[in-house]
């Protein structure tokens, strides 16, 4: 009856039928039930806004609105039905705390979104709405990431202060707390919010001094901000603290920094308002005033502070005025405050010098004029040399003595080395009638005289050509003249001046350089063209002491250009050799300059099988610096010949397995070097190659090109009949293993497999083999090609293939290991966990699922004790940190969860025999002890479960869960539909699961047990189970409902019990009464 009368309650509210609801409620409908879709029938009136069915339901006796859906609540108030919420919330069973399927709850939802302020306002005040609570839930600026936040942290977040706003109606509301690491004082500020930030300080208990993290005080914010009305609202109350900042940055100092004016004034007139405060850099306010130029906020200041004071860096007020350029201010300060003017400032000059750098020159004569100016310079330079430095200037030099002119720096130049140098033609104008003859050619530290350094300034060398004295001829440090520099420069101009002037042009540098070979390998063709535009030139004009032409250097540089001039506009030999035989093409060659190869290829005269002094020829000479860019150039000319050999190549004792000293030859040159694969083809043509040879280190050839990953070059090797696949270097690594941990795994290894000498079970020192490598590296590919190779031997060693798949949760490399014929899944590690153990200590369902198939899914788990190891660094740091914490337990047992979860115990139950044991657990406890469903109806979907099976305290799968989870309905169903569960087990203590659940308070799991040892007719062991747990729960007034077994009718009623009742009312005993 019960059952039909449910039925026509959910047909009932689905039609919208209230006298049916009505009707079915009456005869006896179950008020919670659900239907297909997991909706009571409250779900189902409130979805449809049947505020009339609500209530006639919220009415019955033993509605239960905790069991309808969690979001219940969150999806009425987003319909805005605010006359349902209101219903809800006064249902004594509704908790508005609920935890969505997310996380979440109700509140956090509507503060998370806009509009929903009058939903919110329903729950302000509400004796069960914890309105400071917080939920774990995905933060708003990093998915990834799960945060705890409360209903206020989610409004201020998410800027909906009309939510705020409701919240701070609630009395019991936390404003103080940390919302993220700022204050909602701190909030509301930075958010300009006036009003509430007015509201917020009228509260009693506001904290007005928290500290946000790095960020300060909430005065801070508003002052950060620059809103006038918060810091007047601030500075109105009584011994606020507005010297509280972050970072050594106070409010004031902040204003500064903030470029706030007006607001740096207003403070500076706070009584109580620090002015002598500092930032990190040991700045006064003062000094930020002077360095932005405030002068009125400045001369406010200087009634307090010290114009003298000086940073961390050494600086005044005044330099740093100086040096920003507000020159008014930093004069005003030096002729006022007397501030001193000779500070030197961080460009390391003084504010004279820097005035003359800059070519100021009427702040150079109004700091003339203090009365105390330092004409010292830095590096020993004069403020006339460092005023050279700047922009063009002039200034009488009237008063300019003879030492001045003679004054040399701390580079050797004099001042008019310097004009000389920055191009300042009025000042060597000026100075001209001062030189002394012979000071016109003098050197400075590094051999230059003036027109050295004047090359780049074509007005300043006609003066300075203009004077007789001047010596084209004399040379620098580097042997070089003025027309070298003028050539290295590219100065065409200055090169005709210099040419017209007598230079010579067969001057030759320390290093054999002309000036011709200089603009050559500067690339500067008008001056190139410019020289050879003179008359006829002796040949060593056009050569170097070795022999090289402009060809030549052109070539070695790189300039196309350059050489194309010179082969079309000059007689100049292409194929023209230096002294030891080399052409413009081995120079481009030898030099990698692709460019150049390219462009003499095509010349129509050019010879590609020239050779030089040894006879090598350009290809020869770039297989020596292996440039395989060029080489594919060079082989793409049909001339070129690749069998050409040089002197010593030609000879018959020639030795191709010759080692260099690091003992490798030229095939281990190539391999180890990523090697063109032409080359290595050209060495294994030689019949006497060594293809077995190995480096220092015991590796191959082989097995170097499998590291380089280069699989054009192993192929190679492999078809070469000398080379041995298994070849293992000191390490005992062959190039299989090489392979099969590389990212070039997917290329090299089946070339290797192909091979059929290939030894697939070839371990290194490290006892690893190649499975194991691709296993390491997560590469399932890999992993299937081996274990498709015919003689492929899994492997028993306690750190396998297997173990190492399933520690890293790789359920796509477990699969194909355990269906492998030679792997033994019951191996144990090192640790002595076998990869049963650990895939079921970690609850991964899909690992549970493979390995079941090789598997005893009966056997007892055990963890093996570790003796501790004293040397153990880590953990005897974990146990100094924490001596009694888990983490350092679980580290000596290598982080066994299955040990910590069966030890726990439950609070409500003071017999820990349940709990306390601790060995003998089978997969299928452990995953009750987890409340793992999902690991449950795996485990006991496999055909060989045994839903009996016992640990050393005799407890089944069954007690378990009667003890720890008496409320996992599903898994005790789930086990209780395994007809070949005996419910009737008792352990060592005598106890069933029936006396466990009762023990342990669950009225619903014990009527359920009692359900099926009456459905499962075990009548020598009912009676008395069944009087003790009656007695148990009438004895302990536990039993409010409880669900008593008719057996005629074999159906179900509840009975509502207390202390003062009996069961029939006859004042007999009441166990009795149950057991009838």
């Known amino acids: 009856m019960a059952d039909a009368a449910t039925a026509e309650l959910l047909r009932a509210i689905a039609a919208g039928s209230l006298p049916r609801v009505r009707a079915a409620l009456a005869a006896g409908a179950d008020v919670n039930a659900r239907d297909e879709d997991d909706a009571t029938p409250l779900d189902m009136a409130c979805e449809n806004d049947r505020s009339d069915m609500v209530t006639c339901l919220l009415m019955h006796p033993r509605i239960d609105v905790a069991k309808a859906r969690a979001s219940l609540l969150v999806e009425v108030c987003r319909r805005g039905a605010g006359a349902l919420v209101a219903q809800l919330l006064a249902h004594p069973t509704t908790d508005p705390m609920t935890r969505l399927e997310y996380g979440s709850n109700v509140l956090v939802e509507l503060c998370s979104a806009g509009g929903t302020s009058a939903m919110l306002s329903r729950f302000m005040g509400h004796p069960r709405v914890d309105i400071n609570a917080s939920v774990d839930v995905r933060s708003l600026y990093n998915a990834e990431c799960v945060e705890a936040v409360t209903p206020l942290r989610r409004a201020v977040e998410g800027h909906f202060w009309d939510n705020v706003a409701v919240l701070l109606q609630d009395p019991r509301l936390d404003v103080n707390a940390m919302l993220g690491n700022r204050t909602l004082l701190y909030h509301a500020c930075v958010a300009d919010k006036v009003d509430l930030v007015s509201d917020l300080l009228r509260r009693p208990g506001i904290d007005r001094s928290a500290m946000a993290a790095s960020q300060g005080t909430a005065f801070a914010a508003a002052v950060r901000a620059g809103n006038t009305l918060l810091i007047e609202l601030f500075l109105s109350l009584p011994h606020d603290d507005v010297n509280s900042g972050s970072h050594g940055k106070t409010p004031l100092v902040l204003a500064m920094q903030r470029e706030h004016p007006n607001i740096a004034q207003r403070l500076v007139l706070e009584p109580h308002v620090d002015r002598h405060a500092t930032d990190k850099n040991g700045n006064t306010v003062l000094h930020l005033a002077c360095v932005k130029g405030w002068a009125t906020l400045a001369e406010t200041l200087l009634m307090s502070l010290d114009v003298h004071q000086r940073n961390h860096n050494g600086l005044t007020p005044a330099s740093m005025a100086f040096q920003a350029r507000h020159f008014d201010l930093a004069l005003h300060l030096y002729r006022k405050y007397k501030a001193d003017a000779n500070v030197v400032m961080g460009t390391g000059m003084t504010p004279l010098q820097w005035a003359c750098h800059d070519g100021r020159y009427e702040v150079i004569q109004a700091l003339l004029a203090l009365p105390l100016h330092d004409r010292a310079a830095q590096d020993n330079n004069s403020a006339l040399m460092l005023a050279c430095r700047g922009p063009p200037f002039s200034m009488p030099f009237r008063d300019i003595s003879d030492n001045e002119v003679a004054h040399r720096n701390s580079l050797g130049h004099t001042l008019v080395h310097v004009a000389c140098a920055y191009g300042q033609v009025s000042v060597v104008a000026a100075l001209l009638p001062y030189i002394k ?12 005289t003036p027109l050295h350094l004047a090359v780049n300034h074509e007005a300043v060398v006609t003066q300075l050509l203009a004077v007789p004295e001047v010596d084209l001829k004399r040379t620098n440090k580097l042997g070089r003249t003025v027309l070298h520099v003028a050539c290295a420069s590219g100065q065409g101009s200055v090169v005709a001046l210099l040419l017209r002037a007598g230079a010579t042009i067969q001057a030759v540098d320390r290093e054999g350089n002309t000036p011709l070979m200089l603009a050559c ?17 002796a040949d060593e004009t056009l050569k170097m002491q070795d022999g090289r032409s402009a060809l030549h250097v052109a070539a070695r540089a790189g300039h196309v250009r350059l050489l194309r001039w010179l082969l079309e506009s000059t007689t100049t030999d292409v194929n023209g050799c230096s002294a030891t035989g080399t052409t413009a093409l081995m120079e481009a060659v030898d ?31 770039l297989c020596m610096r292996a440039d395989y860019d060029i080489l594919e150039i060079l082989l793409s000319h049909p001339a070129i010949d690749i069998n050409r050999r040089n002197h010593l190549l030609s000879s018959p004792e020639i030795d191709v397995n010759y080692r260099d000293a690091s003992g490798l030859t030229a095939l281990l040159q190539v391999c180890l070097n990523q090697g063109n694969v032409k080359i290595v083809q050209l060495l294994l043509e030689k019949p006497e190659i060594d293809t077995s040879v190995r480096d220092k280190h015991g590796n191959s050839a082989l097995l170097l090109a499998t590291r380089q990953g280069n699989p054009g070059i192993v192929q190679a090797l492999l078809a070469h009949g000398g080379c041995d696949v298994n070849a293992a270097n000191d390490s005992g690594t062959t190039a ?21 000498r290939i030894d697939v079970n070839a371990m290194n020192k490290k006892r690893q083999t190649p499975l194991m490598l691709a296993c390491l590296a997560g590469d399932v590919h890999v992993a299937s090609l081996l274990l498709d190779h015919p003689r492929m031997a899994v492997g028993t060693t306690p750190n396998g293939p297997l173990p190492i798949a399933v520690r890293l949760n790789n359920i796509s490399l477990v699969t194909p290991l355990v269906q492998h014929p030679t792997t033994n899944a019951e191996i ?51 146990e100094a940190m924490e001596p009694d914490s888990l983490a350092a337990a679980n580290l000596r047992y290598m982080n066994p969860k299955v040990e910590w979860v069966a030890s726990t115990n439950r609070h409500e ?15 299928l406890m452990v995953a009750c002890l987890y409340s793992n469903e999902a690991m449950v109806e795996c485990l006991l979907s496999q055909p060989t479960i045994n839903v009996n099976a016992v640990d050393d305290d005799g407890n089944t799968a069954l007690m378990h869960v009667a003890f720890l989870h008496p409320t996992a309905e599903r898994i005790w169903h789930r086990l209780c539909q395994n007809t070949r569960l005996d419910v009737t087990m008792t352990n060592t203590q005598g106890e069933t699961a029936i006396e466990i659940a009762g023990r342990c308070g669950s009225g619903i799991a014990t009527a359920y047990l009692l359900q099926q040892l009456l459905s499962r007719r075990h009548p020598s062991v009912l009676p008395e189970i069944v009087e003790a747990v009656a007695a148990f729960f009438v004895d302990h007034g536990r039993l409010e409902r409880a669900a008593v077994y008719d057996s005629d009718e074999n159906d179900w009623s509840e009975l509502e019990l207390d202390d003062a009742d009996d069961l029939d009312g006859d004042d007999d005993d009441d166990a009795q009464d149950l057991i009838e």
């Open 521 to 537: 390998t500067h690339n500067h063709v008008a001056v190139v063209m410019q020289l050879l535009s003179q008359p006829p030139l």
């Open 736 to 756: 299989l293993h090489a392979a099969s941990g590389s990212k070039h795994a997917g290329r090299l290894v089946p070339l290797l497999l192909g091979v059929d």
């Open 437 to 448: 003859q012979g000071s016109i050619n003098a050197r400075d530290n590094d051999g230059n």
């Open 909 to 923: 139950c003071t017999d820990a025999t349940v709990a306390s044991c601790k060995t003998g657990k089978t997969a």
């Open 828 to 878: 144990a590690d090192e640790a002595g966990l076998t990869p049963w153990l650990r895939a079921v200590n970690s609850q991964n369902v899909s690992l549970v699922q493979a390995l079941a198939a090789r598997i005893d899914v009966n056997k007892a788990l055990v963890v093996p004790d570790r003796p501790r190891d004293d040397n153990d660094s880590t953990l005897a740091w974990m």
């Open 591 to 621: 030099h990698r300059k692709p460019g150049v190869v390219t462009y003499l290829l095509r010349h129509s005269a050019v010879h590609v099988n020239a050779t030089d002094s040894d006879g090598n020829t350009a290809l020869m000479r």
